[in-house]
């Protein structure tokens, strides 16, 4: 079963719970409509599910209301930023608004923003980047209990650590690869335990290293009190992208790498390494608009593929789904919509 709630609705009451949580108002507002603009996406796996865990974390102490971003490196085109346990749905943007002044000044911006918390969405912030007409490229690393396993473990031991890329397209809507490196994110698997649903082959491996379809095993502990892992989509190849993220988002941004036994704090801490281009500064500005778009009609002109209606490209569906869930609402399982319901209750809110 699910709930069907229109998206207008479901800020309200993730905004009031946030409120009660200590955050301001305006914070609030900001970080419930980054929630549902994902679930909007189509990716509810960094919706309004990642409420509970937000209100458990700030209880904890590690996720810190009406928190900025930190200057602590500004070299013009270089800025290192210190997301201080913030939301990362407000330092991210924060820090996202610096680097895109800068790329629009100077051409370009490199910058490194550790310590946030769980910044959800990476593609909104390429969108962001693409609505300036910049490029934009992001490696993020994922401070938690690790759910990851490397290419031939048989445990996690790294987080799901995104890769996002962005580009704009003229006259068109941009190009945005996000993805996680794991053959699927793990919230994905929280919605499907949720749903009582069973996932394909080559996902997941149970608490002693086997396959498994079960969801819940990276979910919730197993009778030993292990958790299973996900494994990394390409094989070797997203293991060493998955690496890269570690290194580039986690220790060249100072924010810290995972290397220490499993624990039950419920916070999630983002390290991200930022790079963002102004074609329009390269010189290249014209033959970049001419060769991308000659590039995506030809793509287009394939011929869909047995199960396939149209050659899509990154971003296309989470469009799509916008315009759906914005009109139709936005399908919440029982049992997620419950934990929210709880987690009202835990700091006074009553959801209905």
């Not at 609705?9 to 200590?22: D, K, M, N, Q």
């Not at 209100?55 to 209301?65: F, H, I, M, S, T």
């Not at 069973?198 to 030993?224: A, F, H, K």
Request: hydrophobic share 40%.
């Amino acid at each position: 079963m699910a709930l069907q709630i229109q998206a207008a609705r479901l800020r309200t009451h993730v905004a009031r719970i946030l409120v009660a949580a200590g955050s301001s108002t305006t914070e609030a507002q900001q970080v419930a409509a980054n929630l549902v603009l994902a679930n909007l996406s189509g990716h509810d796996s960094h919706g309004v599910g990642m409420v509970p865990r937000y209100v458990d974390a700030v209880a904890e102490g590690g996720l810190k209301p009406n928190t900025g971003v930190k200057v602590q490196v500004d070299i013009g085109t270089l800025l290192s930023l210190d997301g201080q346990g913030g939301y990362g749905q407000i330092v991210g943007v924060q820090a996202m608004e610096m680097g895109i002044a800068r790329a629009k000044q100077h051409g370009s911006c490199i910058f490194t923003l550790a310590h946030a918390h769980h910044l959800g969405r990476i593609g909104h912030f390429a969108e962001m980047a693409t609505a300036q007409g910049l490029v934009a490229m992001h490696f993020v690393n994922v401070l938690s209990r690790p759910v990851v396993a490397p290419w031939g473990g048989g445990d996690g031991r790294f987080g799901t650590n995104p890769c996002c890329i962005g580009v704009p397209l003229a006259g068109a809507e941009p190009f945005v690869l996000d993805f996680a490196t794991s053959r699927v994110a793990q919230g994905k698997m929280r919605v499907a335990h949720n749903k009582g649903e069973r996932v394909p082959p080559g996902y997941l491996i149970d608490e002693q290293g086997r396959p498994t379809d079960d969801p819940g095993v990276v979910v919730v502990p197993q009778p030993n009190g292990l958790f299973g892992a996900l494994m990394t989509f390409g094989e070797h190849k997203g293991y060493g992208m998955a690496v890269a993220c570690e290194l580039l988002g986690g220790a060249l941004t100072g924010g810290g790498t995972w290397h220490r036994p499993a624990d039950t704090a419920r916070s999630v801490f983002n390290g991200m390494l930022t790079v963002l281009i102004d074609p329009a500064r390269l010189g290249t500005q014209a033959s970049f608009e001419a060769e991308a778009k000659a590039f995506v009609d030809w793509l287009r002109q394939s011929p869909p593929g047995a199960g396939f209606d149209v050659v899509q490209i990154a971003g296309e569906p989470e469009r799509r789904a916008r315009a759906t869930r914005e009109r139709d609402g936005i399908q919440i399982d029982d049992a997620t919509w419950a934990e929210i319901v709880q987690t009202g209750q835990k700091v006074g809110v009553t959801v209905s």
